[in-house]
């Protein structure tokens, strides 16, 4: 199963890259953005399929139904919260000006880089569960604080001229003041320099794995199997490039969608708070998180914001 998988993933990336390379940069379309994110939810249901027939084959039919239910609300968790890197996307991108025709690039780059962080990150996540059970509380109350400062933050918004992690790039490489086409480096003058597109998709790794801090947590409260917690990670954040371009210009509509999410997070911290009193059936779960996201999205279409002070 795990080199199914890894041959699976490889594949479909080197497939996202020559597409991408034979496009060459342009704007991506809503329709476009939408075609490639059927695609993607349509390969993550295939392996769902996939694993549960194999399973149903080597480890019976109960088996291979929980394992599926696992790894479908392990895919809709992750994909849910993956709706909150896109707003963090939208402010870098719009903070370094990256021109629309040459985000596509380095959105693939970036998710490529939090595939292989995020496997470290569930690797090491996956050990100290097997070591520590108490690990679990410690995760549980992580994600309730999480989504109650993600409820009580409001519109917040990151203040990207003081990252640290700017600021450090800025001091240690010489970043060009300009793009030059989908050049990550360049050379002007005999010097070579880093184009403003290295370091959004620095930035982007970067914001990602601080998501993934939340997400991998949560993920673990429905399923310790480190199979169902990578693939279900992985298949969600290959579609996040294409769920990127299709709600970017929708973002500002989804006003009740951080309480949603942040609603998630406490509900799944939770569930690992009482999970040695009373387990929650995956059902349930799947059910809840469902619920959630698309009653905040359904909210937020049907009750306008309220318009900003000035």
Not at 68 to 86: H, M, P, Q, R
Not at 90 to 114: C, D, H, S, T
Not at 202 to 208: L, Q, R
Not at 290 to 307: D, H, R, Y
Request: charged residues 15%; aromatic residues 12%.
């Amino acid at each position: 199963m795990w080199a199914g998988f890894t041959v699976l993933v490889i594949v479909a990336l080197i497939v996202d890259l020559l597409v991408m390379r034979q496009q060459g940069a342009h704007r991506v379309s809503f329709r476009e953005a939408l075609r490639w994110s059927m695609v993607w939810i349509a390969l993550a249901l295939a392996f769902n399929a996939a694993l549960w027939w194999y399973l149903r084959g080597a480890a019976g039919p109960e088996i291979a139904n929980t394992k599926g239910l696992e790894f479908l609300t392990g895919y809709l968790v992750e994909k849910s919260l993956a709706v909150d890197n896109i707003f963090v996307f939208l402010m870098i991108f719009n903070f370094f000006a990256v021109p629309i025709e040459y985000q596509k690039r380095a959105l693939i780059w970036g998710v490529i880089g939090a595939i292989v962080l995020r496997a470290l990150m569930i690797l090491l996540g996956a050990f100290l569960i097997a070591k520590f059970h108490w690990i679990f509380y410690v995760f549980g109350a992580f994600l309730v604080i999480t989504g109650i400062k993600m409820a009580t933050a409001g519109d917040d918004k990151p203040d990207l001229e003081q990252n640290p992690v700017i600021r450090w790039v800025r001091m240690h490489m010489k970043i060009a003041t300009e793009f030059d086409g989908e050049k990550m480096i360049t050379i002007r003058n005999g010097v070579r320099y880093a184009t403003p597109l290295l370091l959004v998709i620095v930035m982007i790794g970067i914001t990602d794995v601080i998501f993934a801090v939340d997400s991998i947590p949560a993920i673990f409260a429905i399923t310790t199997d480190p199979f169902i917690v990578l693939t279900s990670n992985v298949f969600a954040i290959l579609g996040l490039r294409a769920m990127y371009f299709m709600l970017a210009d929708m973002a500002d509509r989804f006003h009740f969608l951080n309480y949603g999410l942040a609603a998630v997070l406490c509900f799944i911290g939770v569930k690992m708070l009482i999970m040695d009193l009373y387990k929650i059936p995956i059902m349930v779960s799947l059910g809840t998180v469902f619920v959630l996201v698309a009653g905040s999205m359904v909210a937020s279409l049907l009750i306008p914001a309220k318009p900003e002070r000035v």
